[in-house]
């Protein structure tokens, strides 16, 4: 009797440490921008011109996660700025590059919900020389507003999905590209086309580097 008492307790505290210890799952909700045939010609001939493939589809094999921060304050705003099919004539350091409007296939706000703007394999422009193997994951909040520990967790949860369903091989903050110059990924065509870039933080590549150790992937290149 005594020892079904002990069995009994033993089960209730598992229990509880598995509750309180479990991950908290982030929704990950689908809110497809426009991609209409303007942004698939627009697409085709950013991966044609800029990156030198000539694609039917305009598609990508994702070997890589580019994490972002948008510098806009809220998803809705964030949203509009992305829907757009072509760049606003304001951006002329990207609209002499392409007429082509940035986007990201994902958007993660400061509560962790995770939207999906594109599928996982469809191109965006999100960063300069890589966009047709880089999975982007902007996230709400900037230089003046840190991004949150529920931003953290959903980029480990959102690394590890995408880790499961593609060959991952590299995960790298936004300001950290500029290093795979004169590696064979680098696909540009004009070696002056370069944005400079900090976003989303060394701080939060650091966090986020420290939680997916064990999935064993790389940073970018060191410095030369
Ligand atoms: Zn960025």
């Not at 003046?144 to 995408?162: C, D, G, V, Y």
């Amino acid at each position: 009797m005594k020892s079904e008492r002990f069995i009994f307790i033993l089960f209730w505290l598992c229990s509880l440490f598995s509750v309180a210890f479990a991950q908290k799952k982030y929704p990950v909700i689908d809110r497809p921008i426009i991609f209409d045939a303007e942004r698939k010609q627009l697409s085709l001939e950013y991966l044609y011109k800029r990156h030198g493939l000539k694609q039917t589809e305009p598609s990508i094999k994702p070997v890589m996660v580019v994490l972002h921060w948008t510098e806009i304050p809220s998803i809705e705003t964030t949203f509009k700025v992305f829907n757009r099919s072509t760049i606003p004539g304001s951006r002329k350091e990207l609209t002499s590059a392409s007429a082509l409007n940035v986007s990201s296939q994902y958007m993660v706000d400061r509560d962790g919900t995770i939207y999906r703007l594109l599928p996982d394999t469809v191109f965006a422009r999100h960063v300069i020389g890589l966009n047709y193997c880089a999975i982007g994951v902007e996230n709400i909040g900037g230089s003046n507003s840190p991004l949150t520990q529920a931003q953290l967790e959903a980029n480990e949860q959102l690394i590890r999905e995408l880790k499961s369903k593609y060959p991952i091989a590299y995960v790298i903050g936004h300001y950290e590209y500029t290093r795979f110059k004169n590696t064979p990924l680098w696909k540009e065509a004009d070696p002056n086309y370069q944005t400079s870039k900090t976003d989303p933080g060394k701080l939060f590549m650091q966090k986020i580097r420290a939680r997916i150790e064990d999935l064993h992937i790389k940073g970018a290149p060191a410095n030369k």
